[in-house]
């Protein structure tokens, strides 16, 4: 009988061990889920988690950045670090000194997502996770932009960037594909890649600022919208996408 004690009390002590040690782990980390473009504070020790776990092999390069300037590939610039992850798209951890960054994950199949981070010293034990959405956009629909998108005039000043898409009929247009640039460069600042969720609502937080969205789903045309993300405004957009041309 003490034995059978003995072990109870040994199995019970490593229990509690394990426990400790998952709870410390847990606090060690800052979580956070990437649903803005805002910049997010960063500790020095990072982690990308891959939403998607069919993504395959994913890069993402990582560009220095400074607010209201972009220094991705679009525009020439090359990456201060580039990191890859395994064929399960889980990556290492990754250490950036104190800055303002850029990252840009790019999966095989053309899925991308965009995370700003301003990364400040901490404590070396703690790290900070971020898990990215990626969105997928064809090659095809990311030469888009014409010189003629800037001309057309600003109607729209919301406060977020959020609302509904719908065919002509009123129907949810679900997964449609969101690009939104910077208005005033070209095409070549995006700021970010979304898609609809299934009843056809999107909702993205944006600083303030003039931007261009497109909006485009396989069988219908492309809708331009150049809008206004401004605090002291209220509403929404819902958007309307024409059936596409059969001929």
């Known amino acids: 009988m003490p034995k059978h004690t003995d072990i109870s009390k040994i199995l019970v002590a490593v229990t509690a061990a394990w426990v400790l040690l998952l709870f410390d782990s847990a606090i060690a980390a800052e979580t956070c889920v990437v649903t803005s473009l805002e ?28 607010p209201g300037i972009s220094y991705t590939e679009e525009n020439g610039s090359k990456p201060t670090l580039e990191v890859v992850s395994d064929s399960r798209a889980v990556f290492q951890t990754v ?15 053309g899925g991308r997502a965009d995370l700003y981070l301003n990364v400040v010293p901490k404590s070396e034990e703690n790290s ?40 002509p009929t009123g129907a949810a247009i679900p997964g449609a594909e969101i690009k939104v640039v ?48 401004t605090s002291g405004s209220l509403g929404e957009l819902r958007v309307v996408l024409p059936i596409g041309s059969t001929t």
């Open 39 to 66: 910049e997010q504070r960063s500790s020095t020790h990072i982690n990308f988690v891959i939403d998607d776990r069919g993504a395959g092999r994913v890069t993402v390069d990582i560009y220095k950045h400074e």
């Open 128 to 167: 900070s996770i971020f898990t990215l959405r990626l969105c997928n956009m064809p090659p095809s629909r990311q030469a888009e932009w014409k010189p003629s998108d800037e001309d057309i005039p600003v109607k729209v000043r919301i406060p977020v960037f959020r609302g509904g898409l719908c065919d």
């Open 182 to 229: 910077r208005k005033g460069s070209e095409g070549k600042d995006v700021v970010a890649n979304l898609k609809c969720e299934s009843d056809g609502r999107f909702a993205l937080k944006l600083p303030d600022g003039l931007y261009i969205a497109f909006f485009f789903s396989p069988g219908f045309e492309i809708r331009v919208v150049p809008f206004e993300i």
């Open 95 to 109: 250490r950036l000194q104190r800055g303002h960054y850029h990252a840009v994950a790019h999966a095989t199949y």
